[in-house]
């Protein structure tokens, strides 16, 4: 062992890299919360795992992909679980996603000099919920059709670009075998290159600005201290072994547990195939669509509901440089943000209920 050791150590300085992995310090306050975004990596690695297990049986084909998707499902050993973990993962990406979001703009680690940190993380954001809009489509089933031939319809309410819009991504005036193909290489060539390079970039700043102000390691004082085991209740304690060796895999096991769990008791269902002339009575997106489904359902004008839509993610951009006019992290501190959130949060579960009622208790939910 010691021969390959030292092999690896003359080429790569392994050892180097090992001692700056574990010299970094956890800020005291840091707690399970702040492991969310690791846990929504992971579910992005199952997702990446379980995706590529099943283009080797999926066909991207109008006519043979429902058929592709119901052979998975019930001739390919295992073909359902790793369909079932493959969506329960994706809704636990998005859950853990906005999870982080609202914990990071709950604490402030958008602030100088974290800006460029926070814009890829909603860059990301936006990607992770395209993956849902063109993997839904993807089984060629009823209501992956019909919700495809909507999504792809809403741009159409554009001045001037939304007719093109339409067409580029639906391939041609409607919706076929075109429109699948572009869904099925956005779903799995594009963004997952886009997200790796935003992950990337997002992790090296993560490394660079770190959560919270770095210690001076290499002061006199600090060492002396942390030599005496004083200076832990401000800097924390290192990563090693608490963090690396305990926390970290207990979490990356516990996920895994939990969406394999889930998978198991509520696997994956494929409907009826797409009949492009049999409207369905009823078409629901997943979960984390339900507050923009609903919101231009009840909108008369479909452009006003589309300016809604992209106010979230172009408003999620501009928050660090109007909130660095207030220095404080503490959210009890920063009045106005928590007053912002309070609102968009309620404001979007309200309309994520409603997207599960009748058109005509959508926005009343019925109580009134």
């Known amino acids: 062992m ?8 003359e080429r790569l300085e392994i050892q180097a890299i090992a001692d700056d992995i574990s010299s970094k310090y956890v800020p005291p306050h840091v707690n399970i919360f702040y492991c969310i975004g690791g846990i929504t990596f992971v579910c992005f690695l199952i997702q990446v795992a ?22 998975m499902m019930t001739q390919v050993n295992f073909g359902w679980l790793i369909r079932s973990i493959h969506r329960w993962s994706a809704s636990m990406m998005v859950l853990m996603m906005i999870l982080h979001i609202f914990r990071v703009y709950l604490t402030g680690g958008f602030k100088k ?6 814009i890829t993380g909603v860059l990301l954001a936006t990607i992770t919920v395209s993956f849902g809009v063109t993997g839904y489509s993807l089984p060629w089933d009823q209501v992956g059709y019909w919700a495809c031939k909507i999504v792809t319809g809403v741009p159409e309410a554009i001045p001037l670009i939304g007719v093109p819009l339409v067409e580029l991504l639906r391939g041609g005036a409607s919706v076929g075998q075109a429109t699948l193909t572009r869904f099925y290489s956005l779903h799995t060539f594009v963004l997952p290159l886009l997200i790796a390079v935003l992950m990337l970039s997002h992790f090296l700043m993560i490394r ?11 002061d006199p004082k600090l060492r002396a201290k942390l030599a005496k085991g004083m200076g832990h209740n401000y800097y924390g304690e290192p990563a090693w072994p608490n963090d690396l060796l305990y926390i970290f895999p207990v979490v990356i096991l516990g996920t895994f547990a939990l969406i394999i769990g889930l998978a198991i008791m509520e696997p994956s269902a494929f409907g009826e195939k797409a ?14 669509f339900y507050p923009t489904f609903n919101l231009l359902r009840v909108l008369p004008n479909k452009l006003l509901g589309i300016s809604a839509m992209a106010a979230v993610p172009l408003g999620l ?33 309200w309309l994520g209920i409603g997207a599960t009622l009748s058109i005509d208790k959508a926005i009343t939910l019925g109580l009134f």
């Not at 000099?113 to 926070?118: C, D």
Request: hydrophobic residues 45%.
């Open 2 to 9: 010691g021969k390959i050791y030292n092999w690896f150590q």
């Open 50 to 71: 379980t995706g590529f297990a099943m283009t080797f049986y999926y066909r991207p084909s109008v006519i043979d992909a429902f058929a592709s998707i119901e052979y």
């Open 113 to 118: 000099p974290r800006e460029l940190t926070w």
């Open 208 to 218: 660079k600005q770190g959560i919270i102000k770095k210690p001076d390691l290499n």
């Open 275 to 288: 009949n492009p002339f049999a409207t369905p009575l009823e078409i629901l997106p997943e979960w984390y």
């Open 317 to 349: 951009l501009t928050v660090p440089f109007f909130e660095n006019a207030n220095k404080y992290q503490n959210p009890f501190r920063r009045p106005i943000a928590m007053i912002i959130f309070l609102i968009g949060t309620i404001l979007a579960i």
